[in-house]
């Protein structure tokens, strides 16, 4: 059984989940546009009826054209704060901050299945996508929290292209930290890079981070 904690409001947690058959969550491009779109914007109530319309925006500029309204409209009512995200090609990590009761059940709820619908009709599959519902871990003081965002960003040095190049990674919110923020106040950054004195700094930070091996040695994953 997948591993759950009790969610408190105000708190952090590490969130991951994996394909239920270890095989890729993301076929194609679309798919991971599709992934990225649901994790920033589904934070809050707010429906969107055609989800298809962003997608193929993005494809062409890679940008979703939300209107500020709607956006305002999921920062003023979301269930969770985003901190960071990773999506890999079978498993994705986020990390949120649950700001109403139930919130991150909600949020994952909505996420997991919206992309599972998309993606049976899509590629004519059938069955759960998903490894369970979801793991998450408690995020118990702020050296955890650091070392976790340094676990996340790192995620990519699995990829052999992508060996350390996790800074040009663009399925993760590493470069909205040490780069321009593409997502504005959708990822609410300040409680990690008001730590650091720069974006450099917390750039080292990850580049010289073991945390990887720790996370693992002590089941955080």
Request: contains cysteine.
């Amino acid at each position: 059984m997948p591993r759950r904690e009790n969610i408190s409001i105000g708190e952090y947690y590490h969130i991951y989940n994996r394909e239920n058959n270890k095989q890729n969550l993301f076929l194609e491009e679309r798919d991971w546009i599709r992934f990225l779109f649901l994790i920033l914007y589904l934070q809050s109530p707010v429906l969107f009826n055609n989800m298809s319309r962003p997608i193929s925006y993005f494809v062409r500029h890679r940008r979703f054209n939300i209107s500020d309204k709607d956006i305002l409209g999921i920062i003023k009512n979301r269930y969770v704060e985003l901190i960071n995200f990773c999506l890999m090609p079978n498993h994705f990590h986020i990390t949120v901050r649950e700001i109403k009761e139930g919130g991150i059940s909600k949020y994952l709820q909505r996420i997991q299945i919206a992309y599972t619908k998309y993606l049976n009709t899509k590629h004519e599959k059938s069955g759960h996508l998903f490894q369970g519902s979801f793991r998450s871990v408690h995020i118990k003081n702020n050296e955890q929290l650091l070392h976790l965002s340094a676990y996340i960003y790192r995620n990519p040095r699995e990829i052999p292209k992508w060996k350390n190049k996790e800074g040009e990674y663009f399925w993760s919110s590493y470069q909205d930290y040490i780069k321009e923020n593409r997502w504005g106040e959708l990822i609410k950054r300040e409680i990690i890079l008001d730590q650091f004195s720069n974006k450099k700094e917390y750039q080292d930070f990850i580049e010289t981070s073991g945390t990887k091996l720790l996370l693992d040695e002590t089941h955080l994953i």
